[in-house]
């Protein structure tokens, strides 16, 4: 692993990550619009708890979803026809990210700090970095954020406060991603969570290789409005 970035040139090249822990790259830097940007460039994102330095991660393999390919179960389609809700997009940016950083059962402390809401609702004002929205009786319930450059989308967190609310976020976004001819939705880290909806794994010298021609592509700039229909 290379040490402390140092600029220009923010990152070593991601054949250089640690095998163990799987992605580590690179440490240290900052949190600014351009070096979160050439990251996500280049199929690296940070991943680091709040009083650590920052980290830098490009794991092999990468967990990836083609927005054609999502799997929806007959109870999730019964759910998104009958259950009431309605999915919005960047209506509410920072509000799904802190949701994301709450507290999980089973789980530790979160590394969505205030410092990486700060840095990320930047790219979304930038128009970048979007919400998926799940709404219920006026109320937010469920959601994902994620950053998208090109015709490529990388998600970062979802959050559910109702059964399957983040799963029909994540339905509506790739419907949505699959009439703008986006190729990928990155995952980031296989789980089966991820699986279940039809994500798979992908060597990450064929990910970096599809990236580069995807984040190329005409970038679609938010704040996005999605099709009134689907």
Same mark, same amino acid.
């Given at each position: 692993m290379s040490g402390r970035l140092q600029p220009p040139s923010f990152f070593p090249p991601v054949e250089t990550a640690l095998a163990e822990p799987n992605g580590l /790259? #690179?440490?240290g830097g900052d949190l600014s619009p351009e070096r979160l940007l050439d990251a996500y460039r280049h199929g690296i994102f940070p991943w680091f708890n709040p009083g650590e330095p920052i980290l830098w991660w490009s794991p092999d393999? @990468?967990?990836v979803l083609a927005p054609g390919e999502v799997r929806v179960t007959r109870s999730l389609a019964k759910r998104i026809r009958n259950g009431g809700f309605e999915v919005r997009v960047d209506t509410v940016f920072a509000e799904v990210m802190r949701a994301c950083a709450e507290p999980r059962e089973g789980a530790g402390g979160t590394w969505i700090s205030p410092a990486m809401i700060a840095a990320y609702t @930047? /790219?979304? /004002?930038? *128009?970048y970095a979007?919400?998926?929205e799940t709404?219920?009786? *006026?109320r937010l319930v469920g959601g994902l954020y994620g950053v998208a450059i090109g015709r490529m989308f990388y998600g970062e967190s979802m959050f559910s406060r109702e059964p399957d609310a983040s799963k029909l976020a994540l339905v509506r976004l790739a419907h949505q991603l699959q009439r703008w001819d986006f190729g990928l939705i990155d995952c980031q880290m296989e789980t089966a969570h991820l699986a279940s909806l039809g !994500? @798979? =794994?992908m060597p990450r010298t !064929?990910? =970096?290789a599809? /990236? #580069?021609e995807l984040v190329n592509l005409p970038h679609h700039p938010g704040p996005w409005h999605f099709d009134a229909s689907d």
């Open positions: /790259l #690179a440490m393999p @990468r967990m @930047r /790219l979304h /004002l930038a *128009g979007h919400s998926i709404w219920h009786d *006026g !994500a @798979r =794994t !064929a990910f =970096t599809k /990236l #580069a």
